[in-house]
Structure formats: structure tokens, C-alpha cells
């Protein structure tokens, strides 16, 4: 078993979360998923988490601090995800998620490992400013960014266009939108990713992993 046993989930009643959370708990993890909404709390029980009512805007690099020193990993999965405009994106996607990797790094060496779900090319966006992606794409290359200089122990998850495809495994491919063209990530996938690697003790080697649904057993990466 892992000595990283107590993992803090952001974001735990997002799609990702709920498919990932059982997966973390069947990995003999001790799990604590972060929601904002008190109607979901139940949901969040049943799945075997400790429920954690928190709005992710309205805590402090200080807050963060506090609420991560008792954790081992934790996982970033919040977001706005396009429902409240441009500056909940930012707050949430980019502010909230640069104030948590502030906190862990306050910790210094008894900070978590970090892994961040990002998106395949975040940091490489050639996105127009017109469109209606661009706040997303750039927040996310801003929280990435400060991720790789905060001195943490990281990992960045690159998946591509994302589905609820049931998959077989995985391939690894280049951190580009070319690579990633015509290629999808079911969420399934991303959910063993953070099983397999939130059960480790230690990251892989790369700090980006980019990866579509392929045929490569998870425990390969």
C-alpha cells in the first residue's frame, strides 16, 4: 500500500470525481472530496468520501495551507466548466486554483504531491480571444504554468476532447493539439489515471502526462 493514504479531492462532486472517488476509496485511499454544493453531501457519503463543504473562491493562501497539511495527495478537479461566464472561469480555474498550489507550497516539505487536471497543450494555446474557449484555455495555462515553478511535487493530466466512452486502456501521446486531433479521453479513463497514480508513491518521471483512450493497461504509465 501506498504511504500516501489520505487524499484530498477539489472538485468531488464534478463527473470526474464521482467515477473517481469509489476507485480512490477501492485503492484502500482515505478520501475527503471538496464539494460547494450542501445538497450533495449525501451523494459524497455514499460514495464513501469524507464530505468537505467548501467554496474553493473564498479561501485564502492561508486557508489552504491550513486545509492541506493533513493531506498526502490532493487532486484538483474543480472548475467553472463554462456555466457562469468568463470571470467565474477565472476565479475558479485560475485564481482559486493558484491559491491552493500557494498554500501546499507554504507547507514546504510536508506539502502534498499536486495533481492538477488540466488538458492536453493547455500551456501552448494558440486559442482566439474571441472565442468563447479562450477564458478556460487561459486560466488553465496560468494555473499550469504556476504549478511547474511552485516547487511542488506535481503532475499535470493532459486528457483530450472528454466522453463517458467506456475504454480499455490508454495511450500516452504528445503534449500538442495536433497530436491530440480527432483523439478523445473517456472520463472513466481519467478517473483510473488518478487512481493508479494517487496510489503511488511517486509520480512518474514527466511532470505532464498526455493521454487519450487507448489500449495500454493504466498501471503502464
Known sequence: ????????????????????TPLLVDASLTVTSLYR????????????????????????????????????????SAGNGGKAGADATYAIDRDAAIASIDGAAQLGEDAPRYIMISYIG???????????????????KAADEHLATSGLDYLILGPSALTMDEVSGIEVIDDTSEAAAGRSTSRILVAEVIAELAARDSFPEAKVLPFVDGTAPVSSI
Do not use: Q
Open 122 to 140: 493547455a500551456t501552448k494555446h494558440t486559442i482566439d480571444p474571441a472565442d468563447s474557449f479562450y477564458p478556460y484555455a487561459e486560466a488553465k
Open 37 to 76: 454544493n450542501p445538497d450533495h453531501r449525501a451523494e459524497i457519503e455514499a460514495l464513501g468520501a469524507t464530505p468537505l463543504e467548501r467554496d474553493v473562491t473564498e479561501l485564502s493562501v492561508d486557508d489552504w495551507a491550513e486545509l492541506l497539511k493533513d493531506f498526502d495527495v490532493v487532486v484538483w
Open 1 to 20: 500500500m501506498s504511504n500516501s493514504s489520505k487524499v484530498l479531492f477539489i472538485g468531488g462532486h464534478g463527473k470526474v470525481g464521482l467515477l473517481a
